[in-house]
């Protein structure tokens, strides 16, 4: 079957970095655009980043950009999240997941992993 798991969550102060990971079983994430999404309580879902499919292309959305860095490892069939300068606003869970398109267009996903949280604080 098809399953996306993200690890890498925990507790980091302000300031600091953070490494999400994405793994894919059951699909080959290199025929799929990977979004990172963000939820916090109360708070609507967020995309904080993306990367293409065929290309690599990445995006950011303007909260994280400049601090995340998406990337991928076809070897591995994963994708990663890379975080800097983590600010208490970026706590939340984040999850990873997969579709059969581009970083645009349709905001559907085809898969969604079960997430991972992330906590920021002193």
């Known amino acids: 079957q098809v399953q996306l798991v993200e690890s890498g969550g925990g507790l980091v102060k302000p300031g600091g970095s953070l490494s999400l990971s994405c793994e894919g079983s059951?699909?080959?994430?290199?025929?799929?655009?990977i979004g990172w999404f963000r939820q916090a309580p109360g708070k609507e879902r967020e995309r904080v980043s993306c990367?293409?499919?065929?290309?690599?292309?990445?995006y950011s959305a303007e909260s994280v950009k400049g601090r995340f860095t998406v990337s991928r490892d076809n070897t591995k069939n994963a994708v990663y999240l890379r975080m800097n300068n983590l600010k208490p606003e970026d706590t939340a869970i984040y999850y990873c997941?997969?579709?059969?398109?581009?970083?645009?267009?349709?905001?559907?996903?085809?898969?969604w992993g079960k997430g991972t949280p992330v906590t920021v604080s002193s």
């Open positions: 997941a997969a579709r059969a398109g581009g970083c645009f267009g349709s905001y559907g996903m085809d898969f």
């Open positions: 059951g699909l080959t994430l290199s025929q799929y655009a």
């Open positions: 990367i293409a499919r065929f290309d690599d292309s990445t």
